[in-house]
Structure formats: C-alpha cells, structure tokens
C-alpha cells in the first residue's frame, strides 16, 4: 500500500455524560477499498458512522480524510469534503419526487444565489437546467429513469433503498458509508444490492465503507473488516482472518462456544 | 419554455383580476365596506403566504407571526406619521426591520425544534406586543392614530411581489433546499444542505413579507394598538394555512380566501360568529385533516384537467 490512507481515523472515541460509547477506534482506509464493520448489536456501529459524518462531535481523539482534519466540522461540511452516507432506516425526502431528492444533493454543486432565483436571472435557469440534467442522467444509471416524477414514498423498498445511495452519490463523495443497506431485504434483493454496490464502486472508482448484518453480504464483497464490540475494536482483517477469529466468535456468540471452536 | 408561458398566464391572470376590481371600485358598483374587504383579503393572503414558507415549506413551526405584522404595522407607521414620509417607503421599511427583527429571532430560536420552536415564538410574539404597549412614543395602550392610505393598488401589488417572490424561491435549488429540511433535517444535512441557514432565510424572508402585510394592515385601519397584534393573531394566520394543507401555496390563499369573507360576513351576527366559524374549522379538519389542498397547487389540478399524464414535463 504505502500511499497515505484516504480515511485516518485516530483513536477517536465519544462520551455521553458518563457512558463511554466507542473509545479508542482506529481505522485507516485506503483508495478503492471496500471495507466492513461489523458488531452485535449496540456495538456503536452506527455510533461510529456518526462520528465520521459529523453528527457527533468526538470527545477525543482525530479524525482526517486526505489529511484533512474533519473534528467538528458539521455535517454538511462533511459531506462537502467528501464523505456521504445512506441510513439504518431510509431517509429520503418523502414529498419529493425522485427527481428532486437527487437534486437536492447537487444542491452545493450549483451556484446560482437566492436573489436570481427570486428574480428568475439567466444563472437561474442555466443552473436549474444544469442541476435537471445532471439528476436525470445519475438517475438513469441506477434504472429509476422511469420514476422520476413519482413520489419517494410510492417507491417500493428494494428501490427506496437504490435511490438513497443514488443520492448519496449523487453529492459527489470520495468516501462512502453504507448503513446496513441489505437491513429488511428478502435474498434476491440482497443479491441484487451486493451487484450494485460492486457496480458503483467500479463506476465511481469509489471507497466505501459499510455497517452490515448480513455475513453473506459482508464475507462476499468486503475485503477488510474492523469488529466492534462494546465500543472497542476488537478485531482487524481480512474475511477469513475474522471468521476464525476467537474474540469474533465470542462477542457473536459467547466464550463456550468460542472455547468449543477452538477445540475442533 | 412551459414554465416561462405558465408564468405569463399568471402575469395576465393577476392584471384582469386586478384591473376588473379596480374598475368596479372606481365604477361605485362594489361599496366602500365590499372594497375594503377585498383589501382586507389580500393583507390576509400575503400573511398566510408568509406563513405558509415557514410552516408549509421549511416546516418550522412558528406562531409568533403576529409580532413580525406588529413591526412592520408599528415602523411603516412611524415613517409615515412621524417622519411624513411616502408610504411606498414605509411598507419597504417595515418589512426590512421585520426581516431583521426575524433574524435576530430566529438565530437563536430555529435551533429548536418541533414544540419548542413553537413556544419560543409565541413568547416573541408576546414580548412584541408587550413592547410596543410599553413605548409611549407610539402611544402605548391608547395605539397610534394611522392615516388611510392603503388602497387596493398597493395591496395588490405588495400581494402580486409577494406571491411571485415565494413561488420563485419555492421553485429553486432553494426552495427545495428549504423542503428537504422539513421532510427529513438529519438527511438534508448529510446531503450537504446548511439547514441552519436555510431555516433562517426562510424565517426572514417570511417576516419581512409579514412586516409589508402590518404597513398595509396599519395604514388600512385609523388606528393601530397592541391589543391588534396578540396571539389570537397568531393563531388566525396558522389557521389559514393549516387549512389549507401545510405545504400548498395556493391551499393557503384559498383558505386566507375563506376565512375571512366567513368572518367578515358572520359580523351581522356577532353572538355567534366564533361558534360558527369553530364549526366551519373542526368540520374541514374532520373530513379534510391533510388541509383543502393536502399538498398540491391548483396548477396541478390544471395539469391532470388537461390530460397530461405524468405530471410536470421535466426534462422536456
């Protein structure tokens, strides 16, 4: 590898009030990785996630993406720097049209100010345009061209899930999180999700970084994976190195049968 | 290019209705008490639509509106009775220190949410009119005395602006940044919109537009007092837009329609017009909670009455 890491995350760690929700997490990510974390539940994933994105504000430690320090920047300063996400729990833009939840994310794309769209100016309209094409085209590669000016929320769920990472995407990331995007799907649609992300990330010639339950998916398309447990990392490694791993199996499954693993 | 002919259709649109009632006005054939009605009507409308980008659109729950129609009513008052100053120069300053009274607001307050942002508003509000009751130089309880200036032209041109003015900003990448924030802040946020920001121009531009509607309100009464600007106020403008379907433009102008040709004509029978407009209120939201509009414009009726399948013609 050698080159210096996309992702630099430095003992970061987050406390509300007395509770210490992640401590001491280290993670470096490369260019054109795709990594998993991975945890039982309440490990602090998603905890984790938040600190990257700027939702939560870390007690200690460093975070940087391309040597850039990200502490305390909000979240949408996050995003503009280069990190996106996609939700546990979808968060579109309900109301929206399709269309129109992926232009909200070239929202800081286009220039054009408040006062010439109050007055409609030429920047206006050519950046409006602009915005219009630029979505319709992004939208077409993920085969949602045909819903455009249908409601987010009339989607079905296996293409609500689409459309968010479509959107994420659509912000222009260098990084991108995936919050358990299988979560609720039946195998087919988990198959097809591991086929789009393998497809993005070879389009984009994206880094992704991905919270999921599903060791199928795991295990099949990450190629390194960080295990927390309890807000600590506990493991590091490639897929196989984490399927025989003993502090894996006893935070997924107890010390016996991480004894009784060992034994045979 | 439909985009731009839609518009000349509500350019000319706006020039009939306006030019129509002009001409019965001046014609005799509508009386004083029907012709201030109508003015009564449109100050009604811009506050509803000032309201509606708040509420409706970025989805911050205000109902401290009144206070921002106090300032503007208070300032325009000021500049053209104390200062015997033209009152198109009053209705401008009375929104400009409206909008800068919502800054000053809404920096600190829009970072609450839901029930709380509600609460910290209506105390603005309160204190607004508390203030006001207060300054002597305004002539605290007693009111000031106002002349008449506000005739249908300025009312309708200040509604004209402030209809256009909303819809322009609705329909941009900032109306839409103002849209995602009430439909989901935490993803708006992570989309890359600033959404303190844009809750604060929404919230501005929204008062500043309430301040023109208080210059139109001050100069259309002989006198103008405290007691005008209380919650009730407040709530009578939330009505109008909760009426009408949070999220629709035109739902608030109907609703700000409705209501106040309703009140205006229960005035001949004052033992029950709150009772019958109760009624009328709890019997819309009975068999139409989302609003008389939900969230649709009437350009969408046009839309489907044409036959246009597929809604709007994006990308053609």
Known sequence: MGSSPLLKVQSAGIQFGGLKAVWDFNMEIHQGELVGLIGPNGAGKTTCFNLLTGVYVPTEGDISLEGQRLNGLAPYQVTRKGISRTFQNIRLFNELSVLDNVKVAYHSLAKHSIVSSIFRLPSHFSGEKEMEEKAIEFLTIFQLEPYLNEKAKNLPYGMQRRLEIARALAAGPKLLLLDEPAAGMNPQETHELMELIAFVREKFNLTILLIEHDMKLVMGICERIYVLDHGQLIAEGTPNEIRNNPKVIEAYLGEEAAESHAES | ?316
Not at chain 2, 95 to 106: H, Q, S, T
Not at chain 2, 204 to 222: E, K, Q, R
Request: hydrophobic residues 50%; aromatic residues 12%.
């Open chain 2, 1 to 316: 290019m439909k985009k731009v002919k839609g518009f000349w259709i509500y350019v000319v649109l706006s020039a009939v209705i306006y030019g129509v009632i002009q001409l019965l006005i001046n014609g005799g054939i509508l009386n004083p008490f029907y012709a201030n009605t109508l003015i009564f009507i449109g100050i009604n409308i811009i506050l509803a639509v000032s309201l509606h980008l708040v509420i409706g659109i970025t989805g911050q729950f205000s109902i401290g509106h009144a206070g921002f129609l106090a300032v503007g009513a208070y300032i325009s008052a000021i500049i053209t009775m104390k200062f015997q100053l033209p009152f198109p120069l009053a209705l401008l300053a009375g929104g400009i220190v409206a909008a800068l009274a919502g800054l000053l607001v809404g920096i600190p307050s829009l970072r609450l949410k839901g029930d709380y942002l509600a609460i910290a508003t209506l105390g603005f509000g309160e204190i607004i009119r508390i203030v006001f009751l207060n300054i002597d130089y305004v002539g605290g309880a007693s009111g000031m005395q106002v002349t008449h200036l506000t005739t249908w032209t300025y009312t309708f041109i200040c509604l004209f602006i402030t209809i256009t003015v909303i819809t322009n900003f609705t329909n941009s990448r900032h109306g839409r940044a103002c849209i995602s924030v009430r439909e989901n802040e935490i993803a708006a946020d992570a989309m890359g919109i600033n959404t303190t920001y844009y809750k604060v121009v929404a919230f501005a531009l929204g008062s500043f537009f309430a301040g023109i509607a208080g210059g139109l309100f001050a100069h259309n009464f002989y006198i103008i007092q405290p007691g005008n600007f209380g919650f009730l106020k407040s709530f009578d403008i939330l009505i109008f837009v909760v009426l009408g379907g949070l999220g629709s433009l035109s739902g608030s102008v109907i609703a700000a329609i409705l209501l106040t040709v309703v009140s205006t004509f229960l005035q001949d029978y004052p033992e029950t017009r709150m009772i019958i407009y109760s009624v009328v209120l709890v019997l819309v939201m009975l068999y139409r909670p989302q609003g008389l509009m939900g969230t649709r414009e009437v350009t969408d009726l046009f839309g489907k009455w044409k036959g246009a399948k597929g809604g709007n013609s994006y990308g053609k």
